[in-house]
């Protein structure tokens, strides 16, 4: 205790004497370097405890994958030769038994993300407009669409397997009582699967990316609006020329962030439709959990992983790309 | 009371090693050990012993009793129960073992015991079946073999339990029919006049849980396997698997199940009066006790819609897990234990199961129980083979088919033929995986 309390004196001590030294025109070059040092090397040390997380819980986690990925690996047998490459080949050439499960899951999962991602921008960013007005019960709406977001994800499925059960469902009961149709296989068969999916997933978590784009509008100046309209700009045009460019910097935080959850989906189809009809549902995270967890090929399944992380990377790269490049030449910030 | 940065970074940093170094564990296989022989009772010093199992539904209560009767009955051993569900049940079990921090006792299912011998985490236990006071005269025949894998022994028969028939009686009076249907044609028969007497849809057939049950107790009825002996190949899309689904669709096709049924709703129909049959486990039995204490319901064998009787049926078995480091003093509590549960298998009927054991099935407490009717059956129960990943296998294919066929996505035999495929591939990287 003694110990940690002299040090700190010691670094107020130093902190002191670097900016008097910092602050004098007659410092020589060699003390001004030896400060700069001394400020590196506290960023290390601020860094060092993420750093270490970091290494710990990433960087050693995805060298052993690659490691398991080359190995025929199942912990619970003695054995577990090496086979090279052996896993990736056979999976991107068909001949790995589990090759044709896991290229529909990835299908499924692209399919999944292209049918999520658009409304999961757009809605929320609708929502968050609303809610950027003053109205009676504001805060209200707002804590309204941001509630479902709080539950955990099997509390959403399950209350919506209920809901959305074709024969004893509620959903369907009430169409029925109105006069639409209800006989909808919602859980059961195809488009309606996907539908059901991507519905809950936006209404579970669109609060999220709603109250991330409502503090990005709060951030907006209100001159600017005003200026516009002394110029006479419609509210389209007001929404084009000034909400947009001034969202543009948290545009690229929800999209990564919304395509990286899309992409990992599980919880819905492990729980909703149960992966079906068949395995049209299964998402590659879920097929690799299968794969790994539930029946122990480890190998097979850390090669699935790689070659999706091979793709979310190659996506998240184009998302990087498609936002800064349009920073450069509008230059509006 | 907060960190400082020093204590903080000391404590990630120690975080971090023990990480590192439980992730590179692995050093230390379980080991096969069985103890020294336990005496008329374990007379070591107290111990303490974790018994894992899966009995979450209307089992679970049962069990915990016959735990607290056994803590109850001597002074020197205390068993710690650890309810897992099933689902989970296997993997969690053999990763505590290989990590050093597995249960001493298990209950679990027959068809996994060759799985869990490949992947080391049973003991063969052949050489103490004596001591744990049981033997082949008192249970069975298949339910007995069922616990051998490979030449040794693993499991000890707890109980057996199969799919059965279940019938709203209220409805059936409706219709006035005063049996259960023992053919197809009386099945037929009874479904018919269920929907003219106001039922519209008596007997819903699920695509998901417990489809695959009622799939392979149809293939066994018309005369098929679903997987050939040596686990070298799936043979479930012969011409019996193909009969079997083609008489499961038919059900829809016919009108007697609405289509597109989804988890579990079978069995809330049939709670809530809407469907008259259903087949499910007998295990549902307390459930049905319990949520739905207005249903008049009986429980019957499963009709034989097939060329001979036949019925999917599974088995709780015990058994006595390796360690990396064993103990004699546990092992020796650990069989103690396993003799109680073997010895007091009666009121295990409470569970809504079949006790194993011959002589547990004479006494009232089974006689007297609901599901006292279907061990009529236990002649023709079957059980899955107990080869190393068919249950896994089994999952990514035959249900996937089942489900598929059901929805009306595909042909029986085109679905059936494609798993099969599929399942014979599994299979034969099983084989290797296991062999070497």
Request: with cysteine; aromatic share 10%.
């Amino acid at each position: 205790m003694s110990n940690t309390g002299l040090s700190s004196t010691t670094a107020a001590a130093d902190a002191g004497s670097t900016t008097r030294a910092g602050g004098s025109p007659r410092v020589r070059p060699t003390e001004r370097d030896s400060a700069r040092r001394e400020e590196t090397r506290d960023a290390y040390l601020f860094l060092a405890p993420y750093l270490l997380l970091f290494v710990v819980f990433v960087i050693i986690p995805i060298g052993y994958g690659i490691w398991i990925s080359l190995h025929n690996y199942d912990y619970s047998l003695p054995d577990k030769p090496f086979i090279g490459l052996a896993n990736y080949t056979g999976l991107i050439d068909g001949s790995s038994p589990f090759a044709a499960a896991f290229w529909q899951s990835m299908r499924a999962t692209w399919l999944f993300t292209v049918l999520s991602v658009p409304l999961l921008l757009i809605i929320p960013l609708a929502v968050a407009l609303v809610m950027n007005h003053r109205f009676r019960g504001r805060n209200v709406f707002r804590a309204l669409y941001f509630a479902p977001y709080v539950l955990g994800v099997a509390v959403v499925a399950v209350l919506w397997r209920y809901l959305l059960d074709t024969n004893i469902g509620l959903l369907t009961h009430y169409l029925g009582l109105l006069g639409l149709p209800d006989t909808i296989p919602w859980l059961t068969q195809l488009p309606w699967g996907w539908a059901s999916l991507v519905g809950v997933t936006v209404w579970w978590t669109l609060g999220f990316n709603a109250v991330i784009y409502l503090a990005a509008l709060q951030e907006i100046s209100p001159e600017l609006y005003e200026a516009a309209r002394v110029d006479g700009a419609t509210a389209w045009q007001r929404f084009r020329s000034v909400t947009l460019p001034g969202l543009r910097p948290v545009l690229l935080f929800v999209t990564s962030v919304t395509i990286i959850a899309s992409v990992n989906m599980f919880g819905q189809s492990y729980l909703m439709t149960l992966g079906g009809p068949g395995t049209a549902t299964r998402t590659a995270i879920y097929q690799i959990a299968d794969t790994g967890l539930t029946n122990f090929n480890s190998g097979a399944a850390s090669a699935m992983s790689m070659i999706f992380s091979f793709f979310l990377m190659l996506v998240s790269v184009v998302v990087f790309f498609l936002f800064r490049d349009r920073d450069a030449t509008g230059g509006a910030r | 009371m907060s960190l400082t940065r020093r204590q903080f970074l000391k404590v990630a940093g120690m975080a971090g090693v023990g990480a590192a170094i439980g992730g590179c564990g692995g050093a230390g296989a379980p080991l096969i050990a069985t103890g020294p022989e336990l005496g008329e009772a374990y007379d070591g010093p107290p111990v303490t012993i974790s018994y894992w199992n899966g009995f979450t539904g209307g089992d679970g209560p049962a069990m915990r009793q016959l735990v607290a009767d056994f803590n109850a009955s001597q002074d020197r051993i205390r068993v710690e129960q650890n309810t897992v569900r099933w689902l989970q049940y296997y993997q969690r079990v053999i990763a505590a073992i290989h990590a050093g921090k597995g249960p001493d006792v298990g209950a679990l299912h027959v068809e996994q015991l060759g799985t869990l011998a490949a992947r080391q985490a049973v003991n063969p236990i052949e050489d103490v079946v004596g001591e744990l006071g049981v033997g082949p005269d008192d249970y069975p025949e298949q339910v007995w073999a069922g616990g051998e894998y490979d030449g040794h022994r693993y499991g000890i028969p707890l109980d057996v339990h199969s799919l059965a028939s279940y019938s709203n009686l209220d409805l059936l009076e409706q219709a006035g029919l005063d049996a259960p249907p023992a053919t197809a044609d009386e099945l037929q028969q009874q479904l018919t006049a269920l929907v003219d007497a106001g039922v519209p849809t008596p007997f819903w057939m699920p695509n998901m849980w417990p489809a695959h049950l009622m799939f392979l107790s149809l293939l066994w009825q018309f005369g098929g396997e679903p997987y050939a002996e040596d686990g070298s190949r799936a043979t479930f899309d012969s011409d019996a698997g193909v009969e079997a689904l083609e008489w499961m669709r038919r059900q829809i096709d016919e009108g007697f199940s609405p289509a597109n049924v989804a988890i579990d709703s079978q069995y809330t129909a049939f709670k809530n009066g809407e469907g008259a049959f259903t087949w499910d486990g007998i295990w549902q039995i307390n459930d049905l006790q319990t949520t739905a204490p207005d249903l008049r319901w009986g429980v019957a064998p499963v009709p034989q819609i097939g060329d001979q009787p036949a019925v999917w049926a599974n088995s709780h078995q015990l058994v006595i897990f390796r360690s990396r480091a064993p103990d004699d003093n546990r092992l020796m509590a650990a069989k103690a234990f396993v003799k109680f549960l073997a010895e007091q298998s009666s009121a295990w009927s409470a569970a809504g199961m079949i006790p194993a054991r011959n002589s547990a099935r004479e006494e009232p407490e089974f006689t007297e129980a609901p599901q006292a009717p279907v061990a009529e059956a236990i002649p023709a129960m079957r059980f899955l083979p107990t080869l190393p990943g068919v249950p896994d296998v089994q999952v990514q294919t035959l249900e996937i088919a089942v489900n598929e066929t059901i929805l009306g996505l595909a042909e029986p035999r085109a679905a059936l033929e494609g798993a099969a495929a599929q399942a014979t591939a599994l299979m034969q990287a099983n084989l290797r995986k296991f062999e070497r």
